[in-house]
């Protein structure tokens, strides 16, 4: 458990986080990385340390252990495929230290092979191991006859915590003369609805205004013309102004997913005088009006003149507000603080790849260890508040 991140803390406390035990605390001795009580990350651990606020040398004070703890957490808030400890945590896994394994909400864990699990722990692992699952880790389906992918493999003690409403589901097995069962991903094209394009309007957040010398950015409304936003169904939402802008609307999607945006922005034409001060296009996404990068998704995606592929996490059947607009540097000087562009564009994609099932999935952990190596504590949470442990010893070698 973290320590306080306010008021009175105390070098028994610090003790009881990072070492335990009774002996006399040397306040220096807590250096991360320095000693064996607080660590630091090997080069090619991908975890956050918990302790990350602590200094490696210099001076220290018992304000710097403030929220601080003892361990390293991963935590996927993508859908990400096949992960295991050695790459996660890399030459760490190996040490005698906490590790924590979360998979945030409507997140998929899942495998593309029925040979390799989700989630695997392989032997050589020290420390407590915990995996937290909000969201989903998936097994890979057998091919004709075969058996399914595991969701989670170790080979060393576990503890698995499987929050309510979340899965963890083993590949089914492969029908006779069948396809592949378990989970995969499919192509989709996803809906937009409730747009609400915000001309002559922009949030708070963008602090150049709206209109320019050479008047309100140019606008068609939304349908097909050149300027302002055009929305093709299951294809894109791609919008294109001049001058300062920025573009502004509101939307929702059908299907939670990741979504691919990009933008690009031109220099204004040479006669207008204002060559360089076009800035770098920036799309904001927020649930929030005036605030940014609020809710699943929400942040600022992209950099350069030009760029695209960058992926965005949206949830299904909720607001957000896309704001594409432009920031500094500007190039040769500032005007006045203005930008001028000739235009600039953005698109979101609704071309969407999201998981899917195929064969008779089993809703149940399968972990294959070798005798006697494994145990595996599953932490049930259910609408009473009521916890149940079940450890479960791997008997036989599947």
């Keep these: 458990m973290a320590l306080t991140g306010s008021g009175t803390i105390s070098a028994s406390d610090i003790r009881?986080?990072?070492?335990?035990?009774?002996?006399?605390?040397?306040?220096?001795?807590?250096?991360?990385?320095?000693?064996?009580?607080?660590?630091?990350?090997?080069?090619?651990?991908?975890?956050?340390?918990?302790?990350?606020g602590i200094p490696t040398s210099g001076a220290i004070s018992f304000s710097d252990f403030y929220s601080q703890a003892k361990g390293w957490r991963k935590t996927f808030s993508s859908n990400s495929t096949q992960q295991s400890g050695t790459?996660?945590?890399?030459d760490d896994y190996a040490v005698d230290y906490p590790k924590q394994v979360v998979v945030n909400s409507s997140v998929n864990l899942y495998s593309t092979s029925s040979g390799t699990s989700a989630l695997e722990f392989p032997s050589g692992g020290a420390g407590s191991i915990t995996v937290t699952n909000s969201g989903n880790i998936y097994g890979q389906g057998g091919s004709a006859g075969q058996d399914g992918g595991t969701a989670i493999k170790a080979d060393v003690a576990i503890t698995v915590v499987n929050n309510s409403s979340s899965?963890?589901?083993?590949?089914?097995?492969?029908?006779?003369n069948g396809g592949a069962g378990g989970v995969g991903s499919a192509s989709?094209?996803?809906?937009?609805?409730?747009?609400?394009?915000?001309?002559?309007?922009?949030?708070?957040?963008?602090?150049?205004s709206v209109l320019t010398q050479f008047g309100p950015r140019a606008w068609s409304g939304i349908g097909s013309g050149q300027w302002g936003l055009n929305v093709q169904q299951g294809t894109s939402a791609r919008s294109n102004i001049s001058n300062r802008g920025p573009m502004w609307y509101s939307f929702q999607v059908n299907t939670a997913a990741e979504y691919s945006l990009s933008s690009y922005?031109?220099?204004?034409?040479?006669?207008?005088?204002?060559?360089?001060?076009?800035?770098?296009?920036?799309?904001?996404?927020?649930?929030?009006?005036?605030?940014?990068?609020?809710?699943?998704?929400?942040?600022?995606?992209?950099?350069g003149l030009s760029w695209s592929g960058v992926k965005a996490n949206?949830?299904?059947?909720?607001?957000?507000?896309?704001?594409?607009?432009?920031?500094?540097?500007?190039?040769?000087?500032?005007?006045?603080?203005d930008f001028f562009y000739n235009d600039m564009n953005s698109t979101?994609?609704?071309?969407?790849?999201?998981?899917?099932t195929g064969g008779s999935g089993v809703q149940v952990v399968l972990v294959k260890a070798l005798l006697n190596q494994l145990q595996v504590v599953v932490v049930q949470e259910v609408q009473e508040q009521m916890q149940v442990q079940v450890v479960q010893a791997v008997q036989a070698v599947h």
């Design 16 to 52: 009881a986080e990072f070492v335990g035990g009774s002996s006399a605390v040397d306040i220096s001795s807590y250096f991360r990385g320095a000693n064996t009580n607080v660590k630091a990350n090997a080069a090619n651990n991908t975890a956050t340390n918990l302790a990350a």
């Design 87 to 90: 790459s996660i945590f890399g």
């Design 167 to 176: 899965n963890i589901k083993g590949g089914g097995g492969g029908g006779g």
């Design 188 to 208: 989709t094209a996803a809906q937009i609805s409730s747009v609400v394009d915000k001309v002559g309007d922009k949030p708070d957040f963008v602090s150049y």
């Design 265 to 303: 922005i031109t220099d204004p034409f040479p006669e207008d005088g204002q060559t360089g001060h076009r800035g770098t296009p920036v799309v904001n996404i927020s649930t929030a009006e005036d605030t940014k990068s609020q809710g699943q998704g929400g942040a600022d995606y992209g950099s």
């Design 314 to 337: 949206l949830a299904a059947n909720t607001t957000y507000y896309f704001c594409n607009y432009t920031q500094g540097p500007y190039g040769n000087s500032t005007p006045n603080g």
């Design 348 to 356: 979101l994609s609704l071309a969407i790849n999201v998981p899917s």
